[in-house]
């Protein structure tokens, strides 16, 4: 079970660092990833970060502003959020997939568990 959390309405240009705390002892053994879905859009892909957290990879618009890393001991992923834009406006969501390699996974196809979502809105 995966529990998302750190959203809020936050001002242009203003930072946030979204959590996501799995259940379980085999946290260690899945690549995450997070995601997110505006209104009327489809969900798109932002971020992974291998099991061991040895390898991340960005979505292009958002590289450089966000930042993904995992606490395996806290069981753990994180989604660091800088310079926030209006139209970074979306629920967010992370992911997880059981990882047998010290791969990343970038599709939303691949991905076995979800978290419920957290909302982040961008607004002055």
């Known amino acids: 079970q995966l529990q998302a959390s750190g959203g809020g309405l936050v001002q242009p240009g203003a930072s946030l660092r979204l959590s996501c705390a799995a259940s379980?002892?085999?946290?260690?053994?899945?690549?995450m990833g997070w995601f997110r879905q505006a209104p009327g859009k489809e969900r798109e892909f932002l971020a992974a970060?291998?099991?061991?957290?040895?390898?991340?990879y960005y979505e292009y618009s958002v590289k450089g502003r966000f930042t993904i890393s995992r606490d395996n001991a806290e069981r753990t992923v994180y989604l660091q959020m800088n310079s926030l834009k209006p139209e970074d406006t979306a629920v967010y969501y992370c992911?997880?997939?059981?990882?047998?390699?010290?791969?990343?996974?970038?599709?939303?196809?691949?991905?076995?568990?979800w978290g419920q979502g957290t909302l982040v809105t961008v607004s002055s």
């Open positions: 992911a997880a997939v059981r990882s047998y390699s010290g791969s990343y996974y970038q599709h939303e196809r691949e991905y076995d568990y």
């Open positions: 379980g002892r085999t946290f260690r053994d899945y690549a």
């Open positions: 970060i291998s099991k061991s957290g040895g390898a991340t």
